[in-house]
């Protein structure tokens, strides 16, 4: 049995050049014609799996486009890639939203034009608006997908069932409690705390005191 996490999880994406690798002003000219990329290739850096054949061959037979996959398994690793020069080698990136904030403050994207999306007007604000991806107005992502978060339980052996994620520092599960090994664990630390309640950016950019704290209250035991 399972139960949802008070919170979302939030895969945005984000553009670093305003066309393919190849023939980029060319494109660029002619943006309005669905046939300008064709014969080209569009990369992106992704999660495994965001760019399946089962759902690119579309879009690929659509524009005359091959659609090439690169995927990673952590932020930390999209990061390397990124500060190690893939900003000149990718089209676009899927980041989750905890990094996607850090990638634009680093300069390694670049702002989408909204107008050439014609389907930007009819997504959430909650969520094209987040703070992470915008800056002075420019918007450096679109969010792609979104859901919640889940604390996966044995029934059998966990009762009551837990209303909150502070069953993890209940005494009685200590030794019994497994977590992806991810700086997301941070966050949700953060989010216990309330940080998130005015400003969700806040959980992304915790100052030395917060991180003082999260560690206080970790989720491990040594």
């Known amino acids: 049995m399972k139960t949802k996490l008070f919170s979302l999880s939030l ?3 984000i553009a670093f050049m305003a066309s393919c690798n190849s023939g980029g002003n060319k494109i660029a000219q002619n943006a309005n014609d669905s046939m300008s990329f064709k014969g080209q290739t569009l990369n992106i850096l992704c999660w495994e799996g965001y760019a399946d054949p089962l759902f690119t061959k579309t879009f690929e037979q659509k524009y005359g486009v ?10 930390d690793e999209l990061v390397s890639k990124l500060q190690g020069g893939g900003d000149a080698s990718y089209d676009i990136v899927s980041p989750s939203s905890d990094v996607a904030s850090y990638l634009v403050d680093a300069g390694l994207v670049q702002p989408i034009d909204t107008s050439k999306i014609s389907e930007w007007r009819n997504l959430s604000p909650q969520l094209k608006n987040l703070k992470d991806v915008v800056r002075e107005g420019k918007s450096y992502g679109m969010p792609f997908c979104w859901g919640p978060d889940y604390l996966v339980y044995n029934a059998d052996k966990v ?3 837990p209303d909150s994620w502070n069953v993890f ?6 030794g019994k409690v497994s977590l992806w090994d991810d700086i997301s664990n ?3 630390v953060g989010q216990l705390m309330g940080w998130d309640k005015t400003d969700q950016s806040v959980l992304y950019n ?4 917060q991180l003082k704290q999260v560690k206080q209250k970790k989720l491990w035991k040594d």
Do not use: Q, R
Not at 206 to 209: K, P, R, V, Y
């Open 11 to 13: 895969i945005v994406l």
């Open 66 to 75: 091959t659609v090439k996959g690169t995927y990673y398994g952590s932020d």
């Open 159 to 161: 009762s009551p069932a």
């Open 169 to 174: 520092w209940d005494p009685k599960y200590k």
């Open 186 to 188: 941070l966050y949700l």
């Open 206 to 209: 915790m100052n030395e005191d």
